[in-house]
């Protein structure tokens, strides 16, 4: 079966700290991957994406994920940790059979001034 | 470019009313729309499926009768929550579907529920 799993549910770092998010996901083909990241009442917004081609991945905010087909990994890194990336982070791989996204649990990350 | 709106952004009802939330995808055309819940400190759970013309496709353990959802243009799909009931509160949030880039999801600010 089809699963992402963030095994770290609350990361506090200092502002200026280097981050990185793990994310682990189960799928038989190659997966589409994704980082989204939720601000407090908010919708999702998109990081990254993964489809094909460089297995490092620049997105938006400064953030970059690596795709390790080896280790079924998509985590994400930051090198400098802003105040305002605290949020909740979503990891999610996209079904080529039906289209949907299946999430991971999240990790809320808190950033110490 | 492709924007989600979501309305209203947040609603209050009585325990048995119905309440339309509205989907838009604004500057694309969404061949297909998603609709989430998402529960304090959780993650999103997908309830159903909608393609333009066609009905939606719900999610196990999701009714149908209580979760209505119309897909009626290609940028336009809304949720009907029925005879609404305090467990139904909730933060709903709808993704729309980029026609030919697949699994790619743009999602709308979301929508609080609350339920009297």
């Known amino acids: 079966a089809q699963s992402v799993t963030q095994p770290d549910i609350h990361i506090t770092v200092s502002e200026g700290a280097s981050l990185e998010l793990r994310c682990n996901y189960s799928?038989?083909?190659?997966?589409?991957l994704f980082w989204y990241v939720q601000s407090p009442g908010q919708g999702l917004q998109l990081l990254l994406k993964?489809?094909?081609?460089?297995?490092l991945v620049q997105g938006i905010k400064g953030f970059e994920a690596e795709f390790k087909r080896s280790q079924s990994s998509f985590n994400l890194r930051k090198p400098s940790v802003h105040w305002s990336d605290a949020a909740e982070y979503f990891c999610?791989?996209?079904?080529?059979?039906?289209?949907?996204?299946?999430f991971g649990q999240g990790t809320t990350l808190q950033v110490k001034p | 470019g492709a924007v989600v709106s979501q309305h209203p952004s947040w609603v209050i009802c009585k325990s048995g009313t119905s309440v339309k939330i509205e989907c838009r995808s604004l500057?694309?055309?969404?061949?297909?729309m998603f609709w989430y819940r998402q529960f304090p400190k959780q993650s999103l759970m997908l309830m159903a499926t909608?393609?333009?013309?066609?009905?939606?496709?719900?999610e196990q353990g999701v009714e149908k009768d209580k979760f209505l959802i119309n897909h009626a243009s290609l940028t336009l799909s809304t949720l009907t929550v029925t005879s609404a009931h305090p467990e139904d509160s909730s933060f709903y949030i709808c993704?729309?579907?980029?026609?030919?880039?697949?699994?790619?999801?743009?999602f709308g600010p979301g929508t609080r529920l609350t339920v009297l």
């Open positions: 993964y489809f094909s081609g460089d297995t």
């Open positions: 999610a791989v996209g079904s080529s059979n039906t289209g949907k996204l299946i």
């Open positions: 500057d694309f055309q969404a061949t297909t």
């Open positions: 993704s729309a579907g980029l026609a030919g880039i697949y699994n790619e999801q743009f």
């Open positions: 909608s393609n333009e013309g066609s009905k939606a496709t719900y």
């Open positions: 799928y038989g083909a190659t997966p589409y």
